[in-house]
């Protein structure tokens, strides 16, 4: 089996495209997620360090902006998604189903949940556009990035960097920014929350890149 990582930069291309030709929705988005960011790092220090409430409202939160943002994206590329805002639980359900399959995977050495993690890339995108339950869903991202798992893992390591970029900073943070909480507490969340929206976008553009003719892409890039 020969692998195919050549839709990496593609699909990093094709999802700045969609972040220039919708910068409202884009900002709208990313300024969303800074918001529920501050104020899920706020409750889970207002309730001493635990929080596994907030954590649960957090998903669900940033999940409903990721239907909405992916449904926008789909909507502009001409596609007519299956799946509602208002049935966002269906998608947090899902992405914890992916999310323990890939913690047990990086249990087990990291390489295995590396692997899950970039053969399920699109299973939401695909669930959003398509309907047909979760476990539909993740089977035909499996199947769809049996080959081209490396381009899914290149991308998607490139946006995860760029979403937990925030959290390393806050490891390092000079001394003098302890004046400045407020300011710092919103400058990490709009990176980590761009970052999120920068992956949503391009799991869109991945199953977009994989499904369009070369043809097509050819025209869409030049």
């Known amino acids: 089996m020969q692998l195919d ?18 910068p409202g929705t884009v900002l709208v ?66 992405g914890i189903l992916v999310g323990l399959g890939i913690l047990a995977g990086l249990l087990l050495f990291i390489l295995p949940g590396l692997y899950l993690f970039a053969r399920w890339y699109v299973a939401n995108v695909i669930l959003i556009r398509d309907g047909g339950g979760r476990r539909a869903a993740m089977r035909r991202s499996w199947d769809m990035l ?3 798992w490396p381009a899914a893992l290149g991308v998607g390591l490139i946006l995860f960097m760029i979403s937990a970029g925030p959290l390393a900073l806050d490891l390092y943070r000079p001394a003098f920014t302890k004046e400045y909480e407020f300011a710092w507490l919103v400058m990490t969340n709009l990176f980590s929350g761009a970052g999120q929206v920068g992956g949503y976008l391009a799991a869109v553009a991945l199953l977009l890149n ?13």
């Open 29 to 94: 988005a990313s300024l969303l997620m800074m918001a529920i960011g501050i104020l899920s790092d706020v409750g889970v220090e207002r309730s001493g360090g635990t929080g596994s409430g907030v954590l649960i409202l957090y998903g669900v939160a940033i999940t409903f902006v990721q239907v909405w943002l992916t449904r926008e994206a789909l909507e502009r590329e001409g596609v007519e998604p299956a799946v509602p805002i208002s049935n966002s639980l269906t998608v947090y359900l899902q």
């Open 210 to 222: 994989i499904e369009q003719p070369a043809s097509t892409l050819q025209e869409v890039f030049g």
């Open 146 to 148: 049996e080959t081209r």
């Open 5 to 22: 990582a050549s839709l990496l930069v593609p699909t990093l291309r094709r999802t700045w495209e969609m972040t220039v030709v919708m």
